[in-house]
């Protein structure tokens, strides 16, 4: 019962985080200094397209009419049109996040071994060489921004060991082994990023919990090694892992926006950088708003997650 | 035996700072590291300009896309300019841009966040509510709505990326300064405050700022860390500085497309972004170790 | 010790690694436990006792490093022992009781598992036959054998229940030697009582060895045979339990000793409190207790002595042992005398506080009615969940009363600081339990003294912070110092100072001195006997510990659950009748030499909730009537002399029911009453 209503709780908190992410975003967008429509056309605005594209974006109504009508259609899908191609913005995205998140998937697969197996081996050798070096690359690792990062393996494995292709275009006529070749560097980019960062906090949640009283009492009552680590620690090191997976999974939704352009891949970050050229608004506040949706979403998984978790909130 | 006047024994004033060769080898081998690298740039970001071989836009200094070689270690782009001397000239962009735009954050997101973590209540609930929804817009992507609305005249104007990176630092500083007030009021000393009837701006400037610092600083190197690499980004997508400004995100995109002739156009700007991050972070780390305190080194 | 010793430490030296280098913590110690035998083990924190008893498990951090030494165990050296060998040790031939039960237990394992595990680890294979061991164990350390229990998580038992999970952990494989760390620091005051109760009891029907280690010396008199004194990691005196309290040979032991508050001592406080503390590195190169020494010599600065024998089965590390004749009881600061204070400072009329509203309101005090005296020193006594903390922060403005005025000499308080005026917030000061939390650690201390002065009077000189220094008997250099820079006592006297620069007319002491190490309690306690005499100040004195109550107050009131359980002057309240809590509270304050001074049965743990019907205390008093005390609220009896007191029981009948003090702790004071 209490762990029902504390779920409700923080899901109607999404809810609120996400109906004011809503009102920021059109706020920037449309009411901030600036006629909307002179920035969309920018140097080429004459009065007669300005006239014209405000009465057809429907900027005669009042900001916050034009607000909830934006809402409705976000809650019901229909997003409005494309000021470029004219084309219902649902439309453009579909492929596009089919694309992303095939890509995710991909990613995640690389970054789970990548993860866990450094820092297991960190933990477990605390303080030692092999914890040292872990530390040093990792480090450096997470200095490299992930554009850079991109590149660089692009120069490894398409100029150097020409395995792989430069640019990762593909459509639905592609075929799963184009997808898979297309995919594999945008992936390995996106797993190192969201590994390096993991691997640290993976690490350091282990170490904590090797260091925790119950862990010495589980030793000090004469138990294996292996039953220590196995049904002492790894159990209470599984929620802030959790936590981190979130927050890589929220770091996707940015991170593909950089990578998905590095890569030339037709995904929704290199929606978003596109339209955001073309000030293509409909698109925009609509990629915006998915990419905070996923943010708000994964939090929301993982501290549901927490509290289920928890043995303090299990009954029985 | 009666109570006798305490006198103050000798011996346990601060003796840490007696002198500098000592202090330092006392500090942790990552803060000597990161410090050093970090004091490098400095300097190459002071007096990059009067040394630099080249013009940080002048053309036909080699032969276009010759390569590394003693005269240009960074190679030469297709106009023939000198990409070292352009990373050198680069160097004080990057830097002051990223310390501003970050200082710009911290003041404005401790200042909200310790406030609204000590008066509490509904202020408190509604400032919260609306950070986290800006934290929930992905940074990069925050960072990108918010040059699309400052509209075209503003676009690639300096002050813009320094108040677009305040932007996106400031809701998470404030998050962060909220729990460490949080925190600290609930201690006696701020009670103590408190029962004497101080107003909130006189607890906030008196306890909970000094009691803060360590964590606002740590803070602050960790977010200074990453302003490079987030200002780099937007300049590689094309948002950022206009060109031929030689920052170095936008001049690894420019140079990009010269990978598969010259990849040490690219590589030498990555070089210096990295070496300065790596640098930061290392700083961080030991700085947080220092001031006795543990931190998640990458902004996510 | 005639017997073979169950297990023997030789020698045994630890640093551990601090930056670069490692630093002693144990330096050469050596004892040894025979069979059936407790052995106390008893320092101030940081003397290196927690480090010797994991030691005794062969458990080792990884910044932790054995120079050397053995620990002798069943014809092995445990320190020697590889991994596989120690966990056939651990745990079946020797166990651990933790210091914080909270965090020993894991949190995401049932009760029951936990102990299931180590059974099934030290070769019980039959399930069925481990699970009717867990029931039995629990059964023999006071928790319900019930198998509903066995699947409780640690979150749902209280702190005392979940010490005795680990007690019966311990127990588990019937090992030869039990370790206890701290085993009741954790836990709160009646708590600590009920588990010492179950480890005397065991102890009695197990005839198992124990170490015991501890700060308190005063519960090692209840339960060790023999106690080892330790001082910045050495072994300073080794002796009989009795002999130790009667005949302290160390200076340092005497100190400890002479530091324990005594409650039925009427004459005073202990002439020889403790000295400071010291950092480790600030040691000389003698002996390290020489800088707090009353005895020392220039030669005991730079030469160490070794344990040497000191009578039949005792030893001391000391220079000078057979020269220091003076008793260790010479006490010179005596109680304070009770005087009257007819003026009317603080006026507290039917007040109730809550907290929180709506169904999940708490009511933390309820209908309150007292006063305080000009000048009076007047004290309130509970255990933890009492309202006494409450009233205190009602009174100072921190939680407005639901119910009920306060009221400053004839003018009545708002009920939140931020709504009274400055000259009423001044005249009110407040000084909190810890210190290390109520001085800003960022400010030194001329800063913390200097602020309330600007605040409330304008302008801060330097001669005021000084001679607000000079007040609390400390030097004017500490003005210059942060509070990390100051020892807890030296910090609460700070604390005390900031109070009483706003020269207010009512100071609240909310447990002053129960965060400080008993030694710094007494100096701090003759400090403000010497304060009450010098400003005239009163003050409400907050503590649940009775006898520094009985030091220093001129009325005291008990509170029960937020009820008013008896109030009256001093040596009225000290003397029978008593209120039934009143009286379990006098019996439950631990003293030394005090045989069986726990009736109380092992398993009284929870009591019933406190209802608006009956007495609050029904339920969990010895002396119930019946079922009067559940459904009746108990009058109010007062007798000749002014001392009201709630029950059910006529005075009288409270009067004979008494029995504390016990007839050999009876002093000459006390037959005048």
Same mark, same amino acid.
């Given at each position: 019962?209490?762990?029902?209503?504390?779920?409700?709780?923080?899901?109607?908190?999404?809810?609120?985080?996400?109906?004011?992410?809503?009102?920021?975003?059109?706020?920037?967008?449309?009411?901030?200094?600036?006629?909307?429509?002179?920035?969309?056309?920018?140097?080429?605005?004459?009065?007669?397209? !300005?006239?014209?594209?405000?009465?057809?974006?429907?900027?005669?109504?009042?900001?916050?009419?034009?607000?909830?009508?934006?809402?409705? *259609?976000?809650?019901? *899908?229909?997003?409005?049109?494309? !000021?470029?191609?004219?084309?219902?913005?649902?439309?453009?995205?579909?492929?596009?996040?089919?694309?992303?998140?095939?890509?995710?998937?991909?990613?995640?697969?690389?970054?789970?071994?990548?993860?866990?197996?450094?820092?297991?081996?960190?933990?477990?050798?605390?303080?030692?060489?092999?914890?040292?070096?872990?530390?040093?690359?990792?480090?450096?690792?997470?200095?490299?921004?992930?554009?850079?990062?991109?590149?660089?393996?692009?120069?490894?494995?398409?100029?150097?060991?020409?395995?792989?292709?430069?640019?990762?275009?593909?459509?639905?006529?592609?075929?799963?082994?184009?997808?898979?070749?297309?995919?594999?560097?945008?992936?390995?980019?996106?797993?190192?990023?969201?590994?390096?960062?993991?691997?640290?906090?993976?690490?350091?949640?282990?170490?904590?919990?090797?260091?925790?009283?119950?862990?010495?009492?589980?030793?000090?009552? *004469?138990?294996?090694?292996?039953?220590?680590?196995?049904?002492?620690?790894?159990?209470?090191?599984?929620?802030?892992?959790?936590?981190?997976?979130?927050?890589?999974?929220?770091?996707?939704?940015?991170?593909?926006?950089?990578?998905?352009?590095?890569?030339?891949?037709?995904?929704?970050?290199?929606?978003?950088?596109?339209?955001?050229?073309?000030?293509?608004?409909?698109?925009?506040?609509?990629?915006?708003?998915?990419?905070?949706?996923?943010?708000?979403?994964?939090?929301?998984?993982?501290?549901?997650?927490?509290?289920?978790?928890?043995?303090?909130?299990?009954?029985? | 035996?009666?109570?006798?006047?305490?006198?103050?024994?000798?011996?346990?004033?601060?003796?840490?700072?007696?002198?500098?060769?000592?202090?330092?080898?006392?500090?942790?081998?990552?803060?000597?590291?990161?410090?050093?690298?970090?004091?490098?740039?400095?300097?190459?970001?002071?007096?990059?300009?009067?040394?630099?071989?080249?013009?940080?836009?002048?053309?036909?200094?080699?032969?276009?896309?010759?390569?590394?070689?003693?005269?240009?270690?960074?190679?030469?782009?297709?106009?023939?300019?000198?990409?070292?001397?352009?990373?050198?000239?680069?160097?004080?962009?990057?830097?002051?841009?990223?310390?501003?735009?970050?200082?710009?954050?911290?003041?404005?997101?401790?200042?909200?966040?310790?406030?609204? $973590?000590?008066?509490?209540?509904?202020?408190?609930?509604?400032?919260?509510?609306?950070?986290?929804?800006?934290?929930?817009?992905?940074?990069?992507?925050?960072?990108?709505?918010?040059?699309?609305?400052?509209?075209?005249?503003?676009?690639?104007?300096?002050?813009?990326?320094?108040?677009?990176?305040?932007?996106?630092?400031?809701?998470?500083?404030?998050?962060?300064?909220?729990?460490?007030?949080?925190?600290?009021?609930?201690?006696?000393?701020?009670?103590?405050?408190?029962?004497?009837?101080?107003?909130?701006?006189?607890?906030?400037?008196?306890?909970?700022?000094?009691?803060?610092?360590?964590?606002?600083?740590?803070?602050?190197?960790?977010?200074?860390?990453?302003?490079?690499?987030?200002?780099?980004?937007?300049?590689?997508?094309?948002?950022?500085?206009?060109?031929?400004?030689?920052?170095?995100?936008?001049?690894?995109?420019?140079?990009?497309?010269?990978?598969?002739?010259?990849?040490?156009?690219?590589?030498?700007? $990555?070089?210096?972004?990295?070496?300065?991050?790596?640098?930061?972070?290392?700083?961080?780390?030991?700085?947080?170790?220092?001031?006795?305190?543990?931190?998640?080194?990458?902004?996510? | 010790?005639?017997?073979?010793?169950?297990?023997?430490?030789?020698?045994?030296?630890?640093?551990?690694?601090?930056?670069?280098?490692?630093?002693?913590?144990?330096?050469?110690?050596?004892?040894?436990?025979?069979?059936?035998?407790?052995?106390?083990?008893?320092?101030?924190?940081?003397?290196?006792?927690?480090?010797?008893?994991?030691?005794?498990?062969?458990?080792?951090?990884?910044?932790?490093?054995?120079?050397?030494?053995?620990?002798?165990?069943?014809?092995?050296?445990?320190?020697?022992?590889?991994?596989?060998?120690?966990?056939?040790?651990?745990?079946?031939?020797?166990?651990?009781?933790?210091?914080?039960?909270?965090?020993?237990?894991?949190?995401?394992?049932?009760?029951?598992?936990?102990?299931?595990?180590?059974?099934?680890?030290?070769?019980?294979?039959?399930?069925?036959?481990?699970?009717?061991?867990?029931?039995?164990?629990?059964?023999?350390?006071?928790?319900?054998?019930?198998?509903?229990?066995?699947?409780?998580?640690?979150?749902?038992?209280?702190?005392?229940?979940?010490?005795?999970?680990?007690?019966?952990?311990?127990?588990?494989?019937?090992?030869?030697?039990?370790?206890?760390?701290?085993?009741?620091?954790?836990?709160?005051?009646?708590?600590?009582?009920?588990?010492?109760?179950?480890?005397?009891?065991?102890?009695?029907?197990?005839?198992?060895?124990?170490?015991?280690?501890?700060?308190?010396?005063?519960?090692?008199?209840?339960?060790?045979?023999?106690?080892?004194?330790?001082?910045?990691?050495?072994?300073?005196?080794?002796?009989?339990?009795?002999?130790?309290?009667?005949?302290?040979?160390?200076?340092?032991?005497?100190?400890?000793?002479?530091?324990?508050?005594?409650?039925?001592?009427?004459?005073?406080?202990?002439?020889?409190?403790?000295?400071?503390?010291?950092?480790?590195?600030?040691?000389?190169?003698?002996?390290?207790?020489?800088?707090?020494?009353?005895?020392?010599?220039?030669?005991?600065?730079?030469?160490?002595?070794?344990?040497?024998?000191?009578?039949?089965?005792?030893?001391?590390?000391?220079?000078?042992?057979?020269?220091?004749?003076?008793?260790?009881?010479?006490?010179?600061?005596?109680?304070?005398?009770?005087?009257?204070?007819?003026?009317?400072?603080?006026?507290?009329?039917?007040?109730?506080?809550?907290?929180?509203?709506?169904?999940?309101?708490?009511?933390?005090?309820?209908?309150?009615?007292?006063?305080?005296?000009?000048?009076?020193?007047?004290?309130?006594?509970?255990?933890?969940?009492?309202?006494?903390?409450?009233?205190?922060?009602?009174?100072?403005?921190?939680?407005?009363?639901?119910?009920?005025?306060?009221?400053?000499?004839?003018?009545?308080?708002?009920?939140?600081?931020?709504?009274?005026?400055?000259?009423?917030?001044?005249?009110?000061?407040?000084?909190?339990?810890?210190?290390?939390?109520?001085?800003?650690?960022?400010?030194?201390?001329?800063?913390?003294?200097?602020?309330?002065?600007?605040?409330?009077?304008?302008?801060?000189?330097?001669?005021?912070?000084?001679?607000?220094?000079?007040?609390?008997?400390?030097?004017?250099?500490?003005?210059?110092?942060?509070?990390?820079?100051?020892?807890?006592?030296?910090?609460?006297?700070?604390?005390?100072?900031?109070?009483?620069?706003?020269?207010?007319?009512?100071?609240?002491?909310?447990?002053?001195?129960?965060?400080?190490?008993?030694?710094?309690?007494?100096?701090?306690?003759?400090?403000?006997?010497?304060?009450?005499?010098?400003?005239?100040?009163?003050?409400?004195?907050?503590?649940?510990?009775?006898?520094?109550?009985?030091?220093?107050?001129?009325?005291?009131?008990?509170?029960?659950?937020?009820?008013?359980?008896?109030?009256?002057?001093?040596?009225?309240?000290?003397?029978?009748?008593?209120?039934?809590?009143?009286?379990?509270?006098?019996?439950?304050?631990?003293?030394?030499?005090?045989?069986?001074?726990?009736?109380?049965?092992?398993?009284?743990?929870?009591?019933?909730?406190?209802?608006?019907?009956?007495?609050?205390?029904?339920?969990?008093?010895?002396?119930?009537?019946?079922?009067?005390?559940?459904?009746?609220?108990?009058?109010?009896?007062?007798?000749?002399?002014?001392?009201?007191?709630?029950?059910?029981?006529?005075?009288?009948?409270?009067?004979?029911?008494?029995?504390?003090?016990?007839?050999?702790?009876?002093?000459?004071?006390?037959?005048?009453?």
């Amino acid at each position: 019962m209490t762990i029902l209503k504390l779920v409700i709780r923080r899901s109607l908190m999404s809810v609120v985080t996400l109906l004011l992410v809503s009102l920021i975003i059109f706020s920037m967008l449309e009411v901030l200094p600036g006629d909307v429509a002179s920035r969309i056309l920018g140097r080429d605005a004459t009065p007669e397209t !300005l006239g014209q594209l405000r009465t057809e974006l429907g900027l005669d109504k009042p900001a916050p009419v034009r607000y909830l009508s934006w809402l409705g *259609g976000l809650v019901t *899908g229909e997003l409005g049109q494309s !000021l470029v191609s004219s084309r219902p913005v649902e439309e453009i995205l579909a492929p596009r996040i089919f694309n992303t998140v095939l890509l995710s998937a991909y990613a995640f697969l690389i970054y789970l071994p990548l993860t866990i197996i450094p820092a297991l081996l960190q933990a477990l050798n605390r303080d030692r060489s092999v914890d040292h070096a872990f530390s040093v690359v990792t480090l450096v690792l997470l200095s490299v921004p992930d554009f850079l990062l991109a590149t660089i393996l692009l120069l490894a494995f398409v100029v150097m060991i020409p395995l792989l292709p430069a640019i990762s275009l593909v459509d639905q006529s592609s075929s799963a082994w184009e997808y898979f070749r297309a995919m594999t560097l945008p992936a390995l980019t996106l797993a190192i990023v969201m590994a390096v960062y993991a691997v640290r906090m993976l690490r350091d949640n282990l170490i904590e919990v090797l260091d925790s009283d119950y862990i010495r009492m589980a030793e000090l009552k *004469g138990l294996s090694r292996r039953r220590v680590l196995l049904r002492h620690a790894l159990p209470n090191a599984l929620v802030p892992t959790l936590n981190v997976t979130a927050l890589n999974l929220a770091y996707l939704v940015g991170g593909v926006v950089v990578v998905e352009k590095v890569f030339s891949y037709p995904g929704f970050g290199s929606l978003l950088v596109d339209s955001l050229q073309l000030r293509d608004l409909p698109v925009i506040e609509a990629t915006v708003m998915i990419s905070a949706f996923v943010y708000v979403v994964a939090n929301l998984i993982a501290d549901v997650a927490a509290i289920l978790l928890n043995p303090r909130l299990r009954t029985g | 035996m009666s109570v006798d006047t305490l006198s103050a024994p000798p011996g346990r004033t601060r003796s840490r700072w007696t002198s500098l060769p000592s202090l330092w080898r006392q500090t942790p081998l990552s803060f000597r590291i990161g410090l050093i690298v970090l004091v490098a740039h400095l300097l190459v970001a002071a007096t990059g300009q009067f040394w630099a071989p080249y013009g940080f836009s002048q053309m036909g200094t080699g032969r276009p896309l010759s390569g590394m070689s003693w005269t240009h270690p960074f190679g030469v782009d297709q106009l023939g300019r000198d990409i070292f001397s352009r990373v050198v000239h680069g160097s004080h962009i990057v830097i002051l841009l990223s310390l501003s735009g970050t200082l710009l954050g911290l003041i404005v997101g401790a200042v909200l966040g310790l406030l609204s $973590g000590y008066v509490g209540g509904w202020i408190d609930e509604v400032l919260q509510r609306f950070l986290e929804a800006l934290i929930s817009i992905p940074f990069l992507v925050l960072a990108l709505i918010a040059i699309a609305a400052a509209g075209p005249e503003l676009a690639g104007n300096p002050v813009l990326i320094v108040l677009v990176v305040a932007l996106v630092y400031a809701p998470r500083i404030a998050r962060m300064a909220r729990s460490v007030a949080v925190d600290i009021a609930t201690r006696d000393h701020v009670t103590v405050a408190r029962l004497r009837g101080e107003s909130a701006w006189s607890v906030m400037r008196r306890e909970l700022l000094p009691n803060a610092t360590s964590v606002l600083l740590v803070e602050f190197a960790l977010r200074a860390g990453y302003a490079p690499v987030l200002i780099g980004s937007l300049g590689f997508l094309g948002f950022g500085l206009r060109p031929p400004t030689p920052e170095w995100g936008l001049m690894i995109s420019e140079n990009r497309a010269l990978i598969i002739v010259t990849p040490i156009t690219v590589l030498g700007p $990555g070089l210096a972004l990295a070496s300065l991050v790596v640098g930061l972070n290392l700083f961080t780390e030991g700085l947080a170790r220092i001031l006795g305190r543990t931190v998640k080194l990458g902004v996510q | 010790m005639d017997a073979k010793p169950v297990i023997s430490v030789e020698g045994l030296s630890v640093s551990y690694r601090q930056g670069a280098g490692f630093t002693r913590v144990v330096e050469d110690v050596t004892f040894a436990v025979a069979p059936g035998e407790v052995f106390g083990l008893v320092g101030e924190s940081g003397c290196g006792k927690s480090t010797i008893a994991l030691q005794m498990l062969g458990y080792r951090p990884p910044a932790m490093r054995t120079d050397a030494g053995a620990i002798n165990f069943e014809d092995r050296n445990l320190l020697a022992l590889d991994r596989s060998g120690l966990d056939r040790v651990r745990g079946a031939r020797v166990a651990f009781v933790p210091q914080n039960p909270t965090t020993a237990l894991n949190p995401g394992i049932r009760v029951g598992s936990q102990i299931d595990e180590i059974l099934a680890a030290h070769g019980a294979d039959a399930a069925a036959a481990r699970v009717d061991r867990t029931l039995e164990l629990f059964g023999l350390v006071g928790l319900p054998a019930k198998p509903e229990f066995l699947r409780r998580y640690p979150h749902q038992l209280s702190g005392g229940q979940q010490q005795r999970v680990c007690i019966a952990m311990a127990l588990a494989c019937d090992p030869a030697f039990v370790v206890l760390d701290e085993p009741t620091t954790g836990l709160d005051v009646t708590t600590q009582e009920q588990i010492v109760a179950l480890l005397i009891d065991l102890r009695a029907r197990l005839k198992m060895s124990m170490l015991y280690v501890t700060h308190d010396l005063g519960l090692l008199s209840q339960i060790a045979d023999r106690v080892g004194v330790m001082y910045a990691g050495r072994m300073v005196e080794i002796a009989p339990t009795a002999e130790l309290f009667t005949d302290p040979k160390h200076p340092y032991t005497r100190g400890l000793i002479g530091s324990i508050p005594r409650i039925e001592d009427r004459s005073g406080l202990p002439a020889r409190p403790l000295r400071g503390l010291l950092q480790r590195h600030e040691l000389p190169k003698g002996c390290p207790f020489a800088p707090r020494c009353d005895w020392a010599t220039p030669e005991c600065f730079e030469e160490r002595q070794e344990l040497e024998p000191a009578g039949p089965s005792r030893e001391v590390a000391c220079w000078r042992w057979h020269e220091i004749a003076v008793p260790a009881d010479a006490r010179a600061v005596s109680q304070a005398p009770e005087v009257d204070h007819p003026d009317r400072l603080l006026a507290i009329d039917k007040v109730t506080v809550t907290y929180g509203s709506g169904r999940g309101a708490f009511v933390a005090i309820r209908d309150i009615s007292l006063d305080i005296g000009k000048g009076e020193t007047f004290a309130l006594v509970g255990e933890s969940g009492s309202g006494k903390s409450t009233l205190a922060r009602a009174v100072a403005g921190l939680i407005a009363p639901a119910e009920g005025t306060i009221a400053l000499a004839g003018k009545p308080l708002a009920g939140l600081v931020r709504q009274r005026t400055p000259e009423e917030r001044r005249l009110i000061q407040f000084v909190f339990q810890n210190p290390d939390a109520s001085l800003n650690p960022r400010a030194r201390i001329a800063k913390a003294l200097a602020r309330p002065l600007a605040f409330f009077f304008g302008h801060a000189s330097e001669a005021r912070v000084q001679a607000a220094l000079a007040d609390v008997r400390l030097d004017g250099k500490y003005a210059a110092r942060f509070p990390d820079e100051l020892s807890g006592g030296e910090r609460q006297r700070v604390a005390i100072a900031r109070g009483l620069v706003a020269e207010p007319s009512l100071l609240l002491c909310d447990e002053i001195l129960s965060a400080l190490d008993v030694s710094v309690q007494a100096s701090i306690l003759a400090l403000l006997q010497r304060l009450k005499a010098e400003r005239g100040v009163a003050m409400l004195f907050i503590s649940h510990d009775l006898a520094v109550v009985r030091m220093l107050a001129d009325r005291v009131c008990v509170l029960f659950r937020g009820d008013i359980m008896e109030i009256g002057r001093r040596d009225q309240v000290f003397s029978a009748p008593f209120h039934p809590y009143t009286h379990s509270l006098l019996e439950a304050v631990p003293a030394p030499l005090k045989p069986n001074a726990h009736k109380g049965g092992a398993s009284n743990e929870a009591a019933n909730a406190p209802s608006d019907k009956g007495c609050a205390y029904a339920g969990r008093c010895a002396w119930q009537i019946g079922e009067i005390c559940t459904k009746e609220r108990p009058p109010w009896r007062e007798t000749d002399q002014g001392l009201r007191i709630r029950c059910h029981h006529s005075l009288d009948e409270l009067t004979s029911l008494a029995t504390w003090p016990n007839a050999t702790d009876i002093d000459d004071g006390r037959a005048a009453q």
